[in-house]
């Protein structure tokens, strides 16, 4: 038999007596009140009661965990059109000119005295934009190869002025805002209602200094830019200066594309660093960047280049090569349908296939390659690489922006995950 102590009531120095007594019930059965709270634990939980309690835990911790998660994601992917998430006071101190936070383009004035620039990417297609552009009736634009082109590209802070000065020829008086300008003859105001003003500087997107010029100048320009496989672009456009460097007797030596992919050195803009499209189309502030994309674009320096984030309120149109040699007469139609609503010119444009191709490399020299030959397989790897990358960046955050146009977004896309493949891995290579 169980038994428990109690003890007698004491007398005065007298030895404390215990006597035996039979326990009522078993331990577990006691009730609350027969406890003594100070000295005795409180009843185990139950495996009932103890399931419930852990899954309650569980439940907790994963809904905390779903919550902070939440607040990330937000952090680092709010909406593409909140530009002030692209600057973050957390990297801004990583460069102090890596970003222009006080460009007066960050404010829409609604002025507007250069409509529209096609600025790149060089062997993309802009001279050919340039020709059946600047052959619209209601477009005028430089003469393709002149120094006048040439110096409207804005990359130096003269180049406004000059910019300036053929506008105003253009407009025939001083550059003023469009809708309130006063011209002497209703059929002035009828040609310079209807008259759009144009230019082609391809490589500007490597020249952040280009891009605040241009923004500063118009803050409703709009931009035409254009992308390509950066294994076909690379090859295009050394033999392209190639031939430049026999045609214009360039007195500097030729390098070989080998010593092009290091990220040290380029030639008038051919390097396998230059073909990142990605970071030289993050300097538009299309989209908000997390910190590591930040450190990315900054240490792609694009060699002699300096990028820099400036956010303006431009709007671009941005195509892939293939759209303008697109073979589906209804795709290619509707193409040329988007620019010209993007340009808002009333008139449609001459057909693209009943346009010629310019600056193809049709010619070939000692030191022109075939970027399919063995000896170029490691430069391609590099570039397919980079493409993959540069090709997700466009796919799933550039052409998300309002500011963004893109005609076809099924195809355009589908081009742009050609990226991953080597072309030389089947037919079919586009363009030269």
Known sequence: MTASRRPNSPTNNSPTHYQLLPSPMPKQHISDNTYNHDNLPSPPLSPRNRY????YISYT???????LLMH???RDTSSFDNRSTIIDDEWLPLKSSAINVNNAATVSTGETILDFAIVGFEKTGTTFLLKALGS???VAMPIKHSELSKQLCVKKDSGKVVLLNWLNEQYDKDVILRDSRELASDANKQ???ILKHGMKCSDLLRKSLAIENLADLSDQTRLIIGVRHPVLWFQSLYNYRVRQSYEQNWTSSIPSPHDLQHGTRQWKGVSTTAAKFDI????????????????????????SYELRISTNPLKVFIYTIEQL???????RLQFEKDIQSFLNLQHPLKHFASETKENVNDSSYPESIDICESEYKR??????????KSSEWIREKFIKSKDVTVSDVSYFESMLKTWSEDPCDFDGRSGS
């Open 280 to 303: 030289q189309l993050k300097q538009l502030a299309k989209v908000p960047m997390a910190k590591n994309e930040v450190l990315d674009m900054l240490s792609n320096e694009l060699d």
């Open 379 to 388: 430069i391609r790897r590099k570039l397919i690489r980079q493409g993959i």
């Open 191 to 193: 040609h310079h209602r």
């Open 136 to 138: 619209h009736p209601e």
């Open 61 to 67: 911790c994963f809904a905390i965990g779903v919550i």
């Open 52 to 55: 419930q309690w852990m899954r």
């Open 72 to 74: 990330m994601v937000r």
């Open 325 to 331: 040699e697109d073979t589906n007469t209804k795709r």
